[in-house]
């Protein structure tokens, strides 16, 4: 009886366990409480197409987004937007999944989005429905961009040519930023008249303090390498900057993270992802229940079995 009652505990657990962090993880910013249309902002970014966003997911657990839109430095069509939540609703369901590079095609990042998108939805008929167009298209990003930011992966943005505008708050979302020779992140925002919309700005303030957040926001400075290595926006100046280079190196550093157990390797990022949105109590409790998805798992006990002393 005891050994069923274990196994009747455990699977319990781990149900209440995945529950919890799937909730955390897809939970959407916004529905229709806050005036949020999906459907309808879907159907106005169908429109607008061009480009692509493909994912590749390799046996080694990393998978590879690419921004694809080459002729306009892959800034985001309304149907590239669409496509990115596809691959991110992808990334959720990939249960090997450990890793994920972002790149853009042609050695440039991605340079926000399609002016002929923005003119077109801030030029509808009423003013009103611009407004509302405008801020579901807000919502939209920032709903698909939070879900990005929380999958079990470890993410880093390859960053060669320019990430500008919604490119430079699409690196953001991820974990780590790696630069090539030459490369800039612009938040040129303020040029445009606007605020970051991506939800770039809040995540800028996490990652260099708001000091620095708002210097590069007001100031649409222009970050190099040296520069974003000196704010800890980038980790690291890769050597190489052609593409094929660029990507095989941002996957050596990636590596050094992604190895071991996908178990252990995801669960670690549910820790820290816990960690960064949580408060104090709930990131706590969450790293309890992640905990529990571990201990006495076969990592685990293939570990202490190899090591038993600490060295």
Known sequence: LF????????????????????????????????????????????????????????DNGVGLLTVNNPKLMNAFTGT???????????LENWKDGKGLIIYGAGNTFCSGSDLNVVKAISNSQASSDANKDG???????????????????????????????GGA?????????????????????????????????????????????????SGAVRVDPETALRLGLSEETLSSSDETGALEEAQAWLSQYTEGPTSVIRAMKKVVAAGRELPLE??????????????????????????????
């Open 3 to 58: 050994p069923e009652m274990a196994v009747s505990l455990w699977n319990n657990l781990l149900q209440t366990t995945k529950g919890r962090l799937l909730q955390h993880r897809r939970v959407s910013l916004y529905n229709g409480a806050h005036g949020y249309k999906e459907e309808l902002i879907k159907k106005k970014l169908q429109q607008f197409t061009g480009g692509s966003i493909s994912l590749s997911k390799n």
């Open 80 to 90: 590239m937007m669409l496509e990115l939540q596809e691959r991110v609703t992808e």
């Open 135 to 165: 801020m579901n298209m807000c919502m939209f990003m920032q709903n698909t961009l939070t879900r990005l930011m929380r999958l079990p992966l470890i993410s880093v943005a390859l960053v060669q040519g320019k990430a500008i505008g």
């Open 169 to 217: 708050e699409l690196t953001t979302a991820c974990d780590f930023r790696l630069m090539t020779p030459g490369s800039e992140i612009r938040f040129v925002h303020k040029r445009m008249g606007l605020v970051p919309g991506w939800g770039g700005g809040a995540r800028l303030v996490q990652i260099v303090g708001g000091g620095a957040a708002l210097r590069l926001l």
């Open 282 to 311: 709930a990131a706590l409790r969450t790293e309890k229940d992640v905990f529990g998805t571990v201990w006495g798992r076969p990592a685990n006990l293939e570990a202490l079995v190899k090591r038993p002393k600490h060295k």
